[in-house]
């Protein structure tokens, strides 16, 4: 492959990459200034996040709801929709498939987990179908609905769990568990890590295929880019809007799901730690690539999953983490002004993007 074509082809990992190496390096002074050699505090979280068994297994436990709500933002975002209601999406699906985990009961495994993982997809598809709606029939903010979606997402559940759902014998509020039957297998033995992360990578590959593949994909990039020419063209911008803030809260949904069916089996307020906030910083940063998202999720997953170790082991706070995530946020933003002035105009590139 000719190296014109190589660089339009990596240039999704290029950009993400360079920032969180900027990132990694102005986090190093950090540390430093706390009077920790970065050296000892990045081998603590990279080796008991990527080189550990049960690290590695808790880094591909927390990549699995990055990856699948960052998918659906993606979606959104090449329809051109900004859902920042991933968060709330994520608590939707959970709560579906706790519903069916709990009251279909004696279902064999091959149609309750399968069945379980569908209403998470449902419920944080509608979720996200009712913003896609007021936004594409009457014109409401994506932005400002989903956003406060995303509060009546999290305090209905708590409501829930602490009433309808509630187990009576539970001291905290919490649901029954749920069914074995409707439970995500483990992956790796002995660790935490379960199958949501074959759902994910299942979830990106078949997004991938669609979005660069498919007529849907097509129709989803031709109202993001211009919904007047698509108009044009004989293509429903309103149904396309919906359609792709529906399948964005289903993949968001899904992320619930994991969650709940493979990782605590029941369902209990502020289930999620912020991963639908840090999946709209991730499908940002990949710039509308799937690869890209994929490899920044485990990024993410990592600093997470060896956060804690480092603070045990090296004593630096776990706050230097969320740092680090906000300087590749701010990194790639400075990367994306200097490509609009620098790169864009360069005779190469130019070269470069006819090629592609």
Do not use: C
């Amino acid at each position: 492959m000719k190296i014109a074509q190589l660089v339009p082809a990596i240039r999704p990992l290029l950009s993400p990459t360079l920032a969180i190496a900027a990132a990694l390096l102005v986090g190093a002074g950090l540390i430093a200034l706390t009077g920790v050699s970065p050296f000892k505090a990045y081998g603590v979280l990279f080796r008991e996040s990527l080189a550990n068994y049960y690290g590695f297994g808790n880094t591909l436990t927390k990549t699995a709801p990055l990856l699948l709500a960052a998918l659906g933002v993606l979606v959104a975002l090449r329809a051109g929709q900004f859902n920042i209601g991933a968060e709330g999406q994520i608590y939707l699906g959970g709560l579906g498939s706790t519903i069916v985990g709990l009251y279909l009961p004696g279902l064999p495994g091959w149609l309750h987990l399968p069945l379980a993982l569908t209403a998470a997809f449902l419920f944080g598809a509608l979720w996200g179908w009712f913003p896609g709606y007021l936004k594409a029939l009457r014109g409401v903010n994506e932005v400002i609905t989903t956003l406060l979606l995303n509060y009546i997402g999290l305090h209905w559940i708590s409501y829930l769990v602490a009433g309808p759902l509630k187990d009576p014998a539970a001291p905290t509020p919490f649901s029954p568990m749920i069914a074995p039957s409707a439970r995500l297998p483990i992956i790796l033995a002995g660790s935490q890590a379960h199958a949501g992360i074959l759902v994910g990578l299942g979830a990106a590959l078949v997004l991938w295929v669609v979005l660069q593949h498919s007529a849907l994909g097509y129709q989803v990039d031709a109202v993001g880019q211009n919904p007047i020419a698509a108009r044009y063209a004989g293509i429903s911008v309103p149904g396309t809007i919906m359609l792709a803030m529906a399948l964005s809260g289903g993949l968001a949904g899904l992320a619930g799901a994991g969650e709940v069916l493979g990782l605590k089996y029941r369902l209990f307020e502020k289930f999620s730690p912020g991963y639908g906030f840090d999946a709209i910083a991730i499908a940002l940063l990949s710039r509308g690539s799937v690869l890209g998202i994929g490899f920044i999720s485990l990024f993410f997953g990592a600093l997470r999953a060896g956060a804690n170790v480092m603070q045990r082991s090296a004593g630096v706070p776990v706050t230097v983490v969320y740092v680090i995530q906000g300087l590749t946020v701010l990194f790639v933003a400075v990367g994306l002004v200097l490509e609009q002035y620098l790169w864009k105009r360069s005779p190469v590139s130019m070269v470069l993007e006819e090629q592609a």
